[in-house]
Protein backbone atom coordinates (compact mmCIF):
# COMPACT_ATOMS: atom_id res chain seq x y z
CA UNK A 1 0.00 0.00 0.00
CA UNK A 2 3.06 2.46 0.52
CA UNK A 3 4.51 1.22 -2.50
CA UNK A 4 1.34 2.70 -4.23
CA UNK A 5 0.83 6.06 -2.25
CA UNK A 6 4.82 6.52 -3.13
CA UNK A 7 4.17 6.01 -6.93
CA UNK A 8 0.92 7.74 -7.37
CA UNK A 9 2.64 11.30 -7.83
CA UNK A 10 5.32 9.71 -10.12
CA UNK A 11 2.53 8.20 -12.00
CA UNK A 12 0.14 11.24 -12.34
CA UNK A 13 3.57 13.39 -13.83
CA UNK A 14 4.11 10.20 -16.51
CA UNK A 15 0.57 10.78 -17.60
CA UNK A 16 0.88 14.88 -17.53
CA UNK A 17 4.02 14.21 -19.78
CA UNK A 18 2.28 11.65 -22.50
CA UNK A 19 -0.51 13.61 -22.65
CA UNK A 20 1.36 17.20 -23.37
CA UNK A 21 3.81 15.68 -25.99
CA UNK A 22 1.01 13.79 -26.86
CA UNK A 23 -1.12 16.79 -27.86
CA UNK A 24 1.95 18.96 -29.47
CA UNK A 25 2.51 16.01 -31.70
CA UNK A 26 -1.09 16.21 -33.02
CA UNK A 27 -0.64 19.88 -33.24
CA UNK A 28 2.12 19.45 -35.32
CA UNK A 29 0.49 16.68 -37.58
CA UNK A 30 -2.31 19.04 -37.98
CA UNK A 31 -0.14 22.29 -38.86
CA UNK A 32 1.27 19.79 -42.12
CA UNK A 33 -1.10 17.32 -43.16
CA UNK A 34 -1.56 19.64 -46.03
CA UNK A 35 1.46 20.22 -46.44
CA UNK A 36 3.49 18.51 -49.57
CA UNK A 37 7.02 19.41 -48.02
CA UNK A 38 8.18 17.28 -45.51
CA UNK A 39 8.47 20.03 -42.69
CA UNK A 40 9.03 18.65 -39.30
CA UNK A 41 11.26 16.08 -37.80
CA UNK A 42 7.99 14.27 -36.89
CA UNK A 43 4.62 14.22 -35.09
CA UNK A 44 2.58 12.63 -32.35
CA UNK A 45 4.72 9.60 -31.69
CA UNK A 46 7.71 11.58 -32.21
CA UNK A 47 6.58 14.63 -29.65
CA UNK A 48 5.38 11.49 -27.57
CA UNK A 49 8.58 9.81 -27.26
CA UNK A 50 10.72 13.13 -27.00
CA UNK A 51 8.62 13.32 -23.61
CA UNK A 52 9.55 10.08 -22.57
CA UNK A 53 12.66 10.30 -22.75
CA UNK A 54 12.82 13.40 -21.08
CA UNK A 55 11.08 11.63 -18.03
CA UNK A 56 12.96 8.94 -18.46
CA UNK A 57 16.44 10.97 -18.34
CA UNK A 58 14.77 13.23 -15.02
CA UNK A 59 13.66 9.74 -13.36
CA UNK A 60 17.06 8.06 -13.53
CA UNK A 61 19.14 10.77 -11.83
CA UNK A 62 16.78 13.24 -9.98
CA UNK A 63 19.27 14.71 -7.19
CA UNK A 64 22.13 15.59 -10.03
CA UNK A 65 20.30 16.42 -13.72
CA UNK A 66 23.74 14.82 -15.06
CA UNK A 67 22.04 11.95 -17.16
CA UNK A 68 18.99 14.82 -17.64
CA UNK A 69 21.33 17.23 -19.30
CA UNK A 70 23.08 15.13 -21.37
CA UNK A 71 19.58 14.16 -22.99
CA UNK A 72 19.30 17.57 -23.54
CA UNK A 73 22.32 17.63 -25.84
CA UNK A 74 21.79 14.95 -27.29
CA UNK A 75 17.83 16.36 -28.40
CA UNK A 76 19.75 19.71 -29.37
CA UNK A 77 21.95 18.11 -31.37
CA UNK A 78 19.35 15.78 -33.51
CA UNK A 79 17.10 19.35 -33.60
CA UNK A 80 20.21 21.19 -35.15
CA UNK A 81 21.11 18.51 -37.56
CA UNK A 82 17.37 18.88 -38.75
CA UNK A 83 16.95 22.17 -39.22
CA UNK A 84 19.96 22.86 -40.83
CA UNK A 85 19.12 19.99 -43.43
CA UNK A 86 15.60 22.07 -43.68
CA UNK A 87 17.48 25.15 -44.36
CA UNK A 88 19.23 22.96 -47.67
CA UNK A 89 16.74 21.40 -48.81
CA UNK A 90 13.39 23.83 -48.60
CA UNK A 91 14.91 27.34 -47.77
CA UNK A 92 12.67 27.20 -44.67
CA UNK A 93 13.50 29.02 -41.75
CA UNK A 94 10.99 28.53 -39.27
CA UNK A 95 11.85 27.61 -35.94
CA UNK A 96 8.25 26.51 -34.44
CA UNK A 97 9.43 22.94 -35.00
CA UNK A 98 12.26 23.14 -33.07
CA UNK A 99 11.33 25.04 -30.32
CA UNK A 100 8.03 22.98 -29.53
CA UNK A 101 10.76 19.89 -29.51
CA UNK A 102 13.09 21.81 -26.84
CA UNK A 103 10.26 22.61 -24.80
CA UNK A 104 8.52 19.09 -25.06
CA UNK A 105 11.94 17.83 -23.28
CA UNK A 106 12.05 20.32 -20.90
CA UNK A 107 8.42 20.03 -20.02
CA UNK A 108 9.31 16.86 -17.23
CA UNK A 109 11.82 18.91 -15.21
CA UNK A 110 9.06 21.53 -15.14
CA UNK A 111 6.44 19.52 -14.07
CA UNK A 112 8.44 17.44 -11.40
CA UNK A 113 9.38 20.79 -9.83
CA UNK A 114 6.70 23.03 -10.34
CA UNK A 115 3.09 23.73 -8.84
CA UNK A 116 0.40 21.19 -10.50
CA UNK A 117 -1.05 24.84 -11.29
CA UNK A 118 2.15 25.83 -12.97
CA UNK A 119 2.20 22.89 -15.37
CA UNK A 120 -1.13 23.49 -16.39
CA UNK A 121 -1.30 26.76 -17.23
CA UNK A 122 2.02 26.22 -19.37
CA UNK A 123 0.24 23.37 -20.94
CA UNK A 124 -2.57 25.03 -22.12
CA UNK A 125 -0.44 28.04 -23.05
CA UNK A 126 1.75 26.33 -25.22
CA UNK A 127 -1.37 24.40 -26.96
CA UNK A 128 -3.64 27.57 -27.79
CA UNK A 129 -0.13 29.18 -29.32
CA UNK A 130 0.65 26.48 -31.16
CA UNK A 131 -2.77 26.48 -32.52
CA UNK A 132 -3.06 29.97 -32.98
CA UNK A 133 -0.29 30.85 -35.78
CA UNK A 134 -2.79 32.34 -38.40
CA UNK A 135 -4.80 34.08 -36.01
CA UNK A 136 -1.98 35.97 -34.24
CA UNK A 137 -0.09 37.09 -37.61
CA UNK A 138 -3.04 38.55 -38.46
CA UNK A 139 -3.25 40.45 -35.00
CA UNK A 140 0.33 41.24 -35.12
CA UNK A 141 -0.04 42.80 -39.02
CA UNK A 142 -3.04 44.96 -37.45
CA UNK A 143 -0.69 46.36 -34.57
CA UNK A 144 0.89 49.84 -35.11
CA UNK A 145 4.54 50.64 -34.27
CA UNK A 146 3.44 53.28 -31.61
CA UNK A 147 1.57 50.39 -29.72
CA UNK A 148 4.52 49.05 -28.68
CA UNK A 149 6.11 52.33 -27.70
CA UNK A 150 2.52 52.28 -25.04
CA UNK A 151 3.41 48.97 -23.96
CA UNK A 152 6.96 50.29 -22.73
CA UNK A 153 5.31 53.41 -21.15
CA UNK A 154 2.97 51.42 -19.17
CA UNK A 155 5.48 48.94 -18.05
CA UNK A 156 7.17 52.06 -17.14
CA UNK A 157 4.45 53.61 -15.19
CA UNK A 158 3.53 50.79 -13.63
CA UNK A 159 6.59 48.69 -12.88
CA UNK A 160 9.41 51.28 -12.90
CA UNK A 161 8.33 54.80 -11.62
CA UNK A 162 5.02 53.32 -8.96
CA UNK A 163 7.78 51.41 -6.74
CA UNK A 164 10.00 54.05 -6.58
CA UNK A 165 8.17 56.49 -5.26
CA UNK A 166 8.17 57.65 -1.43
CA UNK A 167 5.00 56.67 0.80
CA UNK A 168 5.53 59.60 3.16
CA UNK A 169 2.39 62.17 2.79
CA UNK A 170 2.82 65.41 1.19
CA UNK A 171 2.61 68.31 3.22
CA UNK A 172 -1.22 69.57 3.67
CA UNK A 173 -2.35 66.52 1.86
CA UNK A 174 -3.20 62.95 3.70
CA UNK A 175 -2.19 61.19 0.45
CA UNK A 176 1.56 60.28 -0.61
CA UNK A 177 3.01 60.46 -3.81
CA UNK A 178 2.90 56.62 -3.99
CA UNK A 179 -0.70 56.54 -3.67
CA UNK A 180 -1.44 59.05 -6.06
CA UNK A 181 0.37 57.25 -8.98
CA UNK A 182 -1.56 54.12 -7.51
CA UNK A 183 -4.10 56.12 -8.56
CA UNK A 184 -3.23 56.55 -11.91
CA UNK A 185 -1.82 53.28 -12.69
CA UNK A 186 -5.37 51.51 -11.95
CA UNK A 187 -7.55 53.74 -13.74
CA UNK A 188 -4.74 53.83 -16.64
CA UNK A 189 -4.72 50.25 -16.22
CA UNK A 190 -8.21 49.52 -16.61
CA UNK A 191 -8.42 52.41 -20.08
CA UNK A 192 -5.95 50.36 -21.22
CA UNK A 193 -6.73 47.29 -21.55
CA UNK A 194 -10.38 48.72 -22.49
CA UNK A 195 -8.67 50.94 -25.42
CA UNK A 196 -6.69 47.49 -26.72
CA UNK A 197 -9.60 45.19 -26.99
CA UNK A 198 -11.65 47.98 -28.72
CA UNK A 199 -8.69 48.92 -31.02
CA UNK A 200 -7.33 45.46 -32.20
CA UNK A 201 -9.86 42.77 -30.95
CA UNK A 202 -13.35 44.22 -32.01
CA UNK A 203 -12.25 46.61 -34.61
CA UNK A 204 -15.93 46.46 -36.15
CA UNK A 205 -17.70 45.20 -33.18
CA UNK A 206 -21.84 45.13 -32.84
CA UNK A 207 -23.35 48.07 -31.17
CA UNK A 208 -23.70 46.55 -27.92
CA UNK A 209 -19.84 45.13 -27.82
CA UNK A 210 -18.68 48.73 -28.33
CA UNK A 211 -21.03 49.75 -25.98
CA UNK A 212 -19.68 47.53 -23.43
CA UNK A 213 -15.81 48.28 -24.34
CA UNK A 214 -16.55 51.90 -24.77
CA UNK A 215 -18.42 52.01 -21.33
CA UNK A 216 -15.33 49.91 -19.81
CA UNK A 217 -12.88 53.26 -21.04
CA UNK A 218 -15.48 56.07 -20.71
CA UNK A 219 -18.86 55.55 -19.98
CA UNK A 220 -19.57 59.81 -20.90
CA UNK A 221 -17.55 59.77 -23.82
CA UNK A 222 -19.56 56.59 -24.91
CA UNK A 223 -22.49 58.34 -24.62
CA UNK A 224 -21.57 61.30 -26.36
CA UNK A 225 -19.97 59.57 -29.49
CA UNK A 226 -22.84 57.05 -29.88
CA UNK A 227 -25.49 59.50 -29.43
CA UNK A 228 -24.43 61.61 -32.34
CA UNK A 229 -23.64 58.84 -34.74
CA UNK A 230 -27.48 57.49 -34.11
CA UNK A 231 -28.53 60.86 -36.14
CA UNK A 232 -26.91 58.68 -39.17
CA UNK A 233 -28.39 55.74 -38.76
CA UNK A 234 -32.17 56.22 -37.44
CA UNK A 235 -32.97 52.59 -38.51
CA UNK A 236 -30.96 51.34 -35.92
CA UNK A 237 -32.07 53.88 -33.28
CA UNK A 238 -33.00 51.34 -30.68
CA UNK A 239 -29.47 49.19 -30.98
CA UNK A 240 -27.63 52.57 -30.21
CA UNK A 241 -29.44 53.61 -27.12
CA UNK A 242 -29.29 49.91 -26.06
CA UNK A 243 -25.66 50.38 -26.43
CA UNK A 244 -25.68 53.50 -24.39
CA UNK A 245 -27.35 52.23 -21.60
CA UNK A 246 -24.85 49.20 -21.46
CA UNK A 247 -22.20 51.94 -21.40
CA UNK A 248 -23.84 52.93 -17.70
CA UNK A 249 -23.88 49.38 -16.80
CA UNK A 250 -20.32 49.09 -17.59
CA UNK A 251 -19.11 52.22 -15.06
CA UNK A 252 -20.59 50.65 -12.58
CA UNK A 253 -18.37 48.23 -13.00
CA UNK A 254 -15.22 49.97 -13.50
CA UNK A 255 -16.04 51.58 -10.58
CA UNK A 256 -16.91 48.60 -8.36
CA UNK A 257 -13.34 46.98 -9.84
CA UNK A 258 -11.77 49.98 -8.61
CA UNK A 259 -13.15 49.71 -5.16
CA UNK A 260 -12.69 46.28 -4.42
CA UNK A 261 -8.69 47.08 -5.58
CA UNK A 262 -8.54 49.63 -2.86
CA UNK A 263 -11.09 48.98 -0.24
CA UNK A 264 -12.07 45.59 0.36
CA UNK A 265 -14.66 45.73 3.08
CA UNK A 266 -16.04 48.90 1.86
CA UNK A 267 -16.83 47.17 -1.46
CA UNK A 268 -18.09 44.45 0.09
CA UNK A 269 -20.60 46.66 1.54
CA UNK A 270 -21.22 48.16 -1.61
CA UNK A 271 -21.74 44.79 -3.70
CA UNK A 272 -25.66 44.26 -2.86
CA UNK A 273 -26.05 47.86 -4.01
CA UNK A 274 -23.72 47.45 -7.20
CA UNK A 275 -25.53 43.85 -7.86
CA UNK A 276 -28.96 45.61 -8.09
CA UNK A 277 -28.09 48.77 -10.02
CA UNK A 278 -25.70 46.42 -12.75
CA UNK A 279 -28.20 44.12 -13.29
CA UNK A 280 -31.09 46.46 -13.44
CA UNK A 281 -29.22 48.56 -16.02
CA UNK A 282 -28.27 45.56 -18.07
CA UNK A 283 -31.47 44.17 -18.28
CA UNK A 284 -32.64 47.31 -19.31
CA UNK A 285 -30.08 48.00 -22.29
CA UNK A 286 -30.96 44.54 -23.53
CA UNK A 287 -34.50 44.93 -23.20
CA UNK A 288 -34.04 48.48 -25.61
CA UNK A 289 -31.39 46.68 -28.02
CA UNK A 290 -33.91 43.99 -28.71
CA UNK A 291 -36.98 45.78 -29.06
CA UNK A 292 -37.00 45.61 -33.07
CA UNK A 293 -35.24 42.76 -34.80
CA UNK A 294 -33.60 45.40 -37.50
CA UNK A 295 -30.15 43.35 -37.19
CA UNK A 296 -26.93 44.15 -35.32
CA UNK A 297 -25.98 46.95 -36.94
CA UNK A 298 -21.87 47.29 -36.41
CA UNK A 299 -19.77 50.34 -35.31
CA UNK A 300 -15.91 51.23 -37.01
CA UNK A 301 -13.13 51.71 -34.32
CA UNK A 302 -12.47 54.96 -36.19
CA UNK A 303 -15.33 57.03 -33.97
CA UNK A 304 -13.12 56.64 -31.44
CA UNK A 305 -10.54 59.44 -31.89
CA UNK A 306 -10.32 59.79 -28.28
CA UNK A 307 -6.19 59.79 -27.31
CA UNK A 308 -4.49 56.82 -25.35
CA UNK A 309 -5.46 56.36 -22.07
CA UNK A 310 -1.11 56.04 -21.60
CA UNK A 311 -0.60 59.72 -22.67
CA UNK A 312 1.91 61.33 -19.81
CA UNK A 313 -0.18 64.55 -20.16
CA UNK A 314 -2.83 62.76 -19.21
CA UNK A 315 -1.24 60.89 -16.37
CA UNK A 316 -0.34 64.54 -15.07
CA UNK A 317 -4.18 65.88 -15.51
CA UNK A 318 -4.98 62.67 -13.77
CA UNK A 319 -2.82 63.73 -10.91
CA UNK A 320 -3.73 67.05 -10.28
CA UNK A 321 -7.24 66.34 -10.25
CA UNK A 322 -6.78 63.54 -7.60
CA UNK A 323 -4.88 65.98 -5.48
CA UNK A 324 -7.11 68.92 -5.89
CA UNK A 325 -10.01 66.52 -5.09
CA UNK A 326 -8.14 65.50 -1.92
CA UNK A 327 -7.72 68.81 -0.81
CA UNK A 328 -11.24 69.97 -1.31
CA UNK A 329 -12.56 66.65 0.11
CA UNK A 330 -10.68 66.88 3.38
CA UNK A 331 -11.32 70.41 3.88
CA UNK A 332 -15.40 69.57 3.69
CA UNK A 333 -15.40 66.90 6.04
CA UNK A 334 -13.52 68.58 8.14
CA UNK A 335 -15.93 71.98 8.14
CA UNK A 336 -19.06 70.49 7.24
CA UNK A 337 -18.88 66.32 8.18
CA UNK A 338 -20.58 63.95 5.68
CA UNK A 339 -23.26 66.30 5.12
CA UNK A 340 -21.24 68.48 3.05
CA UNK A 341 -19.08 65.67 1.46
CA UNK A 342 -22.73 63.59 0.04
CA UNK A 343 -23.28 67.63 -1.46
CA UNK A 344 -19.84 67.31 -2.82
CA UNK A 345 -20.49 63.69 -4.53
CA UNK A 346 -23.29 65.28 -5.81
CA UNK A 347 -21.86 68.02 -7.49
CA UNK A 348 -18.77 66.19 -8.51
CA UNK A 349 -20.56 63.70 -10.70
CA UNK A 350 -21.04 66.46 -13.16
CA UNK A 351 -17.52 67.27 -13.67
CA UNK A 352 -15.95 63.59 -13.42
CA UNK A 353 -15.82 60.94 -10.99
CA UNK A 354 -13.02 58.96 -11.09
CA UNK A 355 -10.30 60.97 -9.40
CA UNK A 356 -12.56 61.62 -6.70
CA UNK A 357 -14.05 58.08 -6.06
CA UNK A 358 -10.44 56.76 -5.95
CA UNK A 359 -9.35 59.06 -4.11
CA UNK A 360 -12.49 58.38 -1.48
CA UNK A 361 -11.41 54.55 -1.80
CA UNK A 362 -8.22 55.08 -1.04
CA UNK A 363 -9.52 55.45 2.61
CA UNK A 364 -7.76 58.99 3.88
CA UNK A 365 -10.49 60.03 6.04
CA UNK A 366 -12.23 59.25 8.98
CA UNK A 367 -15.41 58.01 7.98
CA UNK A 368 -17.47 54.47 7.57
CA UNK A 369 -17.76 52.53 4.47
CA UNK A 370 -21.51 53.34 4.19
CA UNK A 371 -20.68 56.96 3.80
CA UNK A 372 -17.90 56.13 1.41
CA UNK A 373 -21.15 54.06 -0.55
CA UNK A 374 -23.68 56.64 -0.10
CA UNK A 375 -21.41 59.11 -1.94
CA UNK A 376 -20.27 56.88 -4.47
CA UNK A 377 -23.50 56.60 -5.69
CA UNK A 378 -24.72 59.96 -5.39
CA UNK A 379 -21.56 61.06 -7.67
CA UNK A 380 -22.79 58.25 -10.17
CA UNK A 381 -26.24 59.69 -10.05
CA UNK A 382 -25.39 62.79 -10.83
CA UNK A 383 -22.51 61.34 -13.50
CA UNK A 384 -25.87 59.39 -15.03
CA UNK A 385 -28.50 62.76 -15.30
CA UNK A 386 -25.55 64.30 -16.72
CA UNK A 387 -25.17 61.60 -19.68
CA UNK A 388 -29.22 61.61 -20.21
CA UNK A 389 -28.50 65.41 -20.67
CA UNK A 390 -25.64 64.53 -23.28
CA UNK A 391 -27.89 61.84 -24.82
CA UNK A 392 -31.15 63.83 -25.50
CA UNK A 393 -29.31 66.90 -26.79
CA UNK A 394 -26.97 64.72 -29.62
CA UNK A 395 -29.05 62.02 -30.39
CA UNK A 396 -31.67 61.49 -33.27
CA UNK A 397 -35.53 62.47 -32.46
CA UNK A 398 -36.00 58.43 -32.79
CA UNK A 399 -33.22 57.71 -30.48
CA UNK A 400 -34.16 60.35 -27.57
CA UNK A 401 -37.24 58.16 -27.27
CA UNK A 402 -35.44 54.81 -26.01
CA UNK A 403 -33.03 56.86 -24.17
CA UNK A 404 -35.68 58.54 -22.32
CA UNK A 405 -37.10 55.28 -21.12
CA UNK A 406 -33.71 53.91 -20.44
CA UNK A 407 -31.83 56.81 -18.31
CA UNK A 408 -34.99 57.04 -16.82
CA UNK A 409 -35.17 53.00 -15.20
CA UNK A 410 -31.66 53.95 -14.36
CA UNK A 411 -32.55 57.09 -12.41
CA UNK A 412 -35.29 55.67 -10.56
CA UNK A 413 -32.92 52.76 -9.60
CA UNK A 414 -30.28 55.31 -8.74
CA UNK A 415 -33.19 57.42 -6.83
CA UNK A 416 -34.56 53.98 -4.92
CA UNK A 417 -30.85 53.05 -3.52
CA UNK A 418 -30.14 56.71 -2.34
CA UNK A 419 -33.73 56.71 -0.88
CA UNK A 420 -32.90 53.40 1.06
CA UNK A 421 -29.91 55.03 2.43
CA UNK A 422 -31.92 57.94 3.33
CA UNK A 423 -35.40 56.59 4.98
Known sequence: MEYIVTLSPLLIDFVLVILFSFSLGLQEHQRFANKKELQTFG???????????GFLML??????????????????????????????????????????????YGFPLLIMNSPRWLSLLFFVVVIILTGMKDKLQKLSSKIESK????????????????????????????????????????????????????????????????????????????????SKKSKD???????????????????????????????????????????????????????IYNMTKNGEGTISNEIFKDKNPLEFNMAIIFSILYMAFSFLTDLIITRFGTEGL???????????????????????????????????IQAMTSNNILKTV??????????KRYLTIGFGAVLITNAFVIAFFYL
Not at 255 to 277: D, E, G, N, R, V
Request: net charge positive; proline share 3%.
Open 233 to 287: DAHHANKYSGAIIMATAMMYIRIFALFFIFSKQAAITFLPFFLFLTITTILTALW
Open 390 to 399: YALYFASHRA
Open 59 to 104: VADVKHLILYTIGFVIIGIMLGIFYYEKITLNARFGMTSIILGLIT
Open 43 to 53: TDRTFTLIGIF
Open 342 to 376: NLMSTLIGFVGIDPFLINLFQGHYAISSTVIVLAT
Open 147 to 226: EFTTLALFIIISGVILPILPSNNIPFLSISPYQIWLAVVAMSSISYFSYIFRKYVFPKSGLLITGILGGIYSSTATTIIL
